[in-house]
């Protein structure tokens, strides 16, 4: 409770110092606001699609929450981008430019502006603005940007400028509308038109960052696999078309079947070249064998000229058939065309060749005696066996030599073939994979569509006609709350750090001792004419204060103690004695050094005040001894008064000194007490003690029933 009441004394206190000083700076904000620049909000409302979205696939029911979350967060910060907000920049500036008036306010921006930011713009930046396209201006300034600090273009978004900086334009505030799918975009500034066009502008530069981000990774994707598609395509269709060109120019049609055929043919070649051989080596040993049998004159046939031709005949004829002749059978070709008139003339050949050799050999006999036409007879058919197996042996060479031919033509074109085909096979399944590939893109980017719609304006921004409520009430109540903390916080400081006595509770925390009471000091203006009365009520309290100390039948000795000079001792102690004489009693006023000396053995050894004056019988003695800093005071002195008053001014500092000199009087007067007595106080600090001063109006008695708390009080 004593706390409580010191802070508010304290208050109390400073109370003109917390009312004058709030007052003064906030009348000052007041007037330094009264021109306070007009802001204009605008906000629009953007639908993102993230948390309604509908997927493709299997997890097209759940949502979870954490990528729902970053997405919003993504969203937020494509918007708030530094890209986003310099394309921002750029096309605001471009619209200024084009669309600005100098002599009047406008949709775009108003005239005031137009003419600050066309009063910074260089010439040469003047020359790139193209009224007629807003596109051209806009290509026209990024070519002349640089990344420099002399480049106006870079600098309007670089520097601090109020409409088109980054410092600026990162005033954008972006909010999500609760869980939803909605942002609320908004954004101030002292033009309505700036205010109004940023966030028009930066709806259409949102969309086309965010699609750019969203979606250009898969539609990079997506147009590389349409490219590697193509080349591939082209690359199978090549290789396609070089395979059917290598056929044509090999004549094939089917490269295995036309192999199995020719690999039939070799297989019937060589059962049919085995048997002709296997005819022609019988023929040739039966003949040979028959030969021997027959007479010379039979031999001779072979020299005949006419059996010769006849049997050349046969020979080409069955060579011919033979040549003819299919190595299989096949029932739906039919005969080759031709082959029935070489049989018949190969039948006519052989019955005349027959008619021949048996006209010559029809009368003779073998040398045994036998008839030699049974020799000739299958002689003949022997030599016709033989000669019909050379004929065949010779075609069949060359069907041989045929047949090798084919063997070297299509093993090499096997090869070709066989490798043109894995390659257009391996072409087959790169385009495969690729047209895989490039479907699951595709895939992915209408999911990506329908879980992340492209961000729609639901609320656009709206053309605000009044600007916002300044915050001048704001900045002028903020100014008062300051100063006010200033002001208490300043005189609280002081109050915890400042060691002046200034009063009993301050004396009594730094001290640590008791404060009897205290004698105001004179106030000089407005009521310096109760300065004595004042005084009076102050010395009576303080009078009555240490008189209820005194005892009957001995002198009641008061000392007065200061631990520096100038403290008001002297002044204390004549007001004291007037006091207490107009009581009644007899009181003697002792000054040491002066009544007696304050050195010597005398002094130093004195065991009462008795060895140092006399008494005549005398109710109260008062005695001044010097500040202790100079000269001490025996023991015995402070042991045998009644009350030891330190006298100490209210506006001196305590210091270190002082505190050492206080407590070692302490320690030498025993039981004696050693009180305070401040003097020069402040009126508030005597009222602590003498109740309410001169004059006593109602206002002073109001304030002071208020410094006691008394909030409810009466009377």
Known sequence: MNALSYLFRFVYRIRWWLIVAPVAVAYLAYRLTANLPREYEVSTTLYTGVVSGSGIGAEEGRQDWNSINNVMDNIVNVITAQSTLKHLSMRLYVQHMIHGDPERDNNYITAANYRAVRGITPPDVMALIDESSEERTLANLYAYEQASPKNFIYGLFNWHHRHYSYEALSRIAVRRVGSSDMLEVSYTADDPGIAYHTLVLLNEEFVKQYQQLRFGETDDVIRYFEEELARIGRELRLAEDSLTSYNIQKKVINYDEQTK??????????????????????????????????????????????????????????????????????????????????????????????????????????????????????????????????????????????????????????????????????????????????????????????????PKTITPPTFPLASAPTRRKLIVAGAFLGALAFVFGYFLLLELLDRTLRGKFRTERITGGKVLGATPADRRFRYRAYNQAC?????????????????????????????????????????????????????????????????????????????????????????????????????????????????????????????????????????????????????????????????????????????????????
């Open 261 to 454: 055929h020719i690999a039939a043919l070799n297989r019937d070649f060589e059962l049919t070249y085995e048997g002709i051989l296997l005819d022609y080596n019988s023929a040739k040993e039966l003949s040979q064998s028959l030969e021997t049998r027959m007479d010379e004159h039979v031999k001779q046939l072979r020299n005949n000229a006419l059996f010769i031709e006849k049997l050349r005949t046969i020979s080409d004829l069955t060579a011919k058939i033979a040549a003819r002749e299919p190595f299989q059978s096949d029932s739906l070709a039919g005969t080759p065309p031709g082959l029935d008139a070489l049989y018949r003339q190969r039948q006519e050949a052989e019955a005349d060749f027959d008619r021949f050799v048996r006209t010559v050999g029809e009368q003779q006999y073998t040398k045994e005696g036998i008839s030699s036409f049974a020799y000739v007879e299958q002689w003949l058919n022997e030599i016709l066996r033989l000669e019909k197996a050379k004929a065949q042996l010779a075609v069949m060479e060359k069907r041989r030599e045929k047949l090798d031919n084919q063997y070297l033509y299509f093993s090499p074109v096997g090869s070709t073939i066989k490798r043109k085909e894995r390659e257009i096979n391996f072409s087959e399944q790169s385009y495969l994979s690729v047209l895989n590939n490039l479907n699951a893109a595709r895939l992915r980017q209408k999911s990506i569509q329908m879980t992340t719609a492209t």
């Open 535 to 715: 005084q009076d009520i102050a010395v009576r309290f303080v009078g009555n204060a240490v008189s209820d100390y005194f005892r009957s039948g001995s002198p009641n000795i008061v000392n007065l103690l200061s631990t520096g000079p100038n403290e008001g001792k002297s002044l204390l102690a004549e007001r004291l004695a007037s006091y207490w004489r107009a009581e009644g009693l007899t009181v003697k006023v002792v000054q040491a050094g002066k009544s007696f000396p304050v050195a010597g053995k005398v002094y130093l050894f004195a065991g009462s005040l008795m060895q140092l004056i006399g008494y005549e019988g005398e109710d109260v003695v008062l005695v001044e001894y010097p500040d202790l800093a100079q000269h001490s005071v025996p023991a015995p002195l402070l042991r045998e008064a009644r009350v030891n008053l330190m006298v100490a001014h209210a506006r001196h500092v305590w210091k270190d000194t002082d505190q050492l000199l206080y407590d070692k009087a302490k320690e030498q007067a025993g039981d004696a007490p050693v009180l305070f007595c401040l003097t020069g106080a402040q009126c508030e600090a005597v009222e602590i003690f003498t109740g309410l001063l001169p004059p006593y109006n109602r206002l002073r008695k109001w304030s002071y029933r208020l410094s006691q708390m008394g909030l409810s009080a009466e009377g």
